[in-house]
T-cell receptor
Framework: GAGVSQTPSNKVTEKGKYVELRCDPISGHTALYWYRQSLGQGPEFLIYFQGTGAADDSGLPNDRFFAVRPEGSVSTLKIQRTERGDSAVYLC??????????????FGPGTRLTVL | DQQVKQNSPSLSVQEGRISILNCDYTNSMFDYFLWYKKYPAEGPTFLISISSIKDKNEDGRFTVFLNKSAKHLSLHIVPSQPGDSAVYFCAASGYGGSNYKLTFGKGTLLTVNP
């Protein structure tokens, strides 16, 4: 497909478990972003990759959250020891990653994570 | 502290009329503003944007106005159509090297009644 895809679309897990959320960006987009959207809120920035490296991970809430993008394409967001407060929709976006200028981000449909 | 504020959680308009969605921001370093539209169970979809060097940008039925001195922007939809019913998010970022991090408002649910 031409858009950003995310799997799974829904994930239900128990408190304390480990989860992985996957994002496939638009082909050719060098920049990739993770956001988290809680109920009634707008998306909140988590982490930004330019190529394989995390250029800014200042939005990750704590060290239970980690993300990788080993080959500069697919990215995985990993959450250890999940807590009920982690329940949210996790959104991935990608963009051309142009240096300077405007940089519209294209979002995937999100993964709805529910921690019981 | 909300840096991007959408003070109206919802807005209802009649088909064919104008919809005006408002957004205020507090961070004077923001230089680029975007509107996203979101349907249920889908990700946000980019709609229109404006940089701080402009005060208006138009794309078909959608126009965004920026008042930099008031730190205020608005999205006008004319004429409104039932298919425009969605949540609209205002977002802001820096320009150039700091353009990657979008800060979103909480969104406004627009309902266009036939």
């Amino acid at each position: 497909g031409a858009g950003v895809s995310q799997t799974p679309s829904n994930k239900v897990t128990e408190k304390g478990k480990y989860v992985e959320l996957r994002c496939d960006p638009i082909s050719g987009h060098t920049a990739l972003y993770w956001y988290r959207q809680s109920l009634g809120q707008g998306p909140e920035f988590l982490i930004y990759f330019q190529g394989t490296g995390a250029a800014d991970d200042s939005g990750l809430p704590n060290d239970r959250f980690f993300a990788v993008r080993p080959e500069g394409s697919v990215s995985t967001l990993k959450i250890q020891r999940t807590e009920r407060g982690d329940s949210a929709v996790y959104l991935c976006a990608s963009s051309l990653g142009l240096a300077g200028g405007a940089n519209e981000q294209f979002f995937g449909p999100g993964t709805r994570l529910t921690v019981l | 502290d909300q840096q991007v504020k959408q003070n109206s959680p919802s807005l209802s308009v009649q088909e064919g009329r104008i919809s005006i969605l408002n957004c205020d921001y507090t961070n004077s370093m923001f230089d680029y503003f975007l509107w996203y539209k979101k349907y249920p169970a889908e990700g946000p979809t980019f709609l229109i944007s404006i940089s701080s060097i402009k005060d208006k940008n138009e794309d078909g039925r959608f126009t965004v106005f920026l008042n930099k001195s008031a730190k205020h922007l608005s999205l006008h939809i004319v004429p409104s159509q039932p298919g425009d019913s969605a949540v609209y998010f205002c977002a802001a970022s820096g320009y150039g090297g700091s353009n990657y991090k979008l800060t979103f408002g909480k969104g406004t649910l627009l309902t266009v009644n036939p």
